[in-house]
């Protein structure tokens, strides 16, 4: 066990619609990323945050947004969901220190858009 | 052109037997960090070893150990004695720039597969 909570664990849903995603952290840890796997375009970063505000934007669509809150906890929110979103939707969490790089994954929420 | 190569989509290792995955990486960054993660069939992603651009000796944690060849630009996984349970999907990851920013750069995966 990471430490880092993700839910829902099964998501389940239609084109058009909007799903979020939540994140919480391992206790201590200040930054959270969020990444996609998917079978054609593999494990890719989409964003990160540290200590509320965002940190680096990786290959996230206009329709996908996130924010973190002050308690730390992450949503990752996706709109207008289409086939193509279908995939396993991770989020880590590290220190957000050099010395303490190491991103710790949570067990992911796994979309599936019918 | 590819940030992380790993050039072996699966392997097929006798049980007991020492396994090295590989992988090569492509940054002009002097200050990076290279990552191996497992992911079993379960879909978890399970941190196995961290090796720092600058870091002088081959990081090792338990059976793994990371053969670090800078001047290759590659950062190898060696599993020593495989056992069954090490069957999984393993990625190698770079992260660049100064460390507490920017995402993790995910190679392709290579296929483990421990035979008894």
């Known amino acids: 066990d990471s430490g880092v909570t993700q839910t829902p664990k099964h998501l389940i849903t239609a084109t058009g619609q909007r799903v979020t995603l939540r994140c919480s952290p391992r206790s201590g840890d200040l930054s959270v990323y969020w990444y996609q796997q998917s079978l054609d375009q593999g494990l890719q970063f989409l964003i990160q945050?540290?200590?509320?505000?965002?940190?680096a934007k990786g290959n996230i669509l206009e329709r996908f947004s996130a924010q973190q809150f002050p308690d730390l906890h992450s949503e990752l929110n996706l709109s207008s969901l289409e086939l193509g979103d279908s995939a396993l939707y991770f989020c880590a969490s590290s220190p957000g220190r050099i010395e303490e790089e190491t991103q710790y994954f949570g067990p992911g929420t796994r979309l599936l858009v019918l | 052109a590819q940030k992380i190569t790993q050039t072996q989509p699966g392997m097929f290792v006798q049980e007991k037997e020492a396994v090295t995955l590989d992988c090569t990486y492509d940054?002009?960054?002097?200050?990076?960090?290279l990552f191996w993660y497992k992911q079993p069939s379960s879909g978890e992603m399970i941190f196995l070893i961290y090796?720092?651009?600058?870091?002088?000796q081959n990081a090792t944690e338990g059976r793994y150990s990371l053969n670090f060849q800078k001047a290759r630009k590659s950062a190898n996984l060696v599993i020593s004695a495989s056992q069954l349970g090490d069957s999984a999907m393993y990625f190698c990851?770079?992260?660049?720039?100064?460390?507490?920013?920017?995402?993790?750069?995910f190679g392709k995966g290579t296929h483990l597969i421990i035979q008894p």
């Open positions: 990851a770079m992260r660049e720039g100064e460390g507490g920013a920017d995402g993790l750069t």
């Open positions: 090796q720092g651009s600058y870091d002088q």
């Open positions: 940054t002009s960054d002097p200050s990076y960090g």
């Open positions: 945050y540290y200590n509320g505000e965002e940190r």
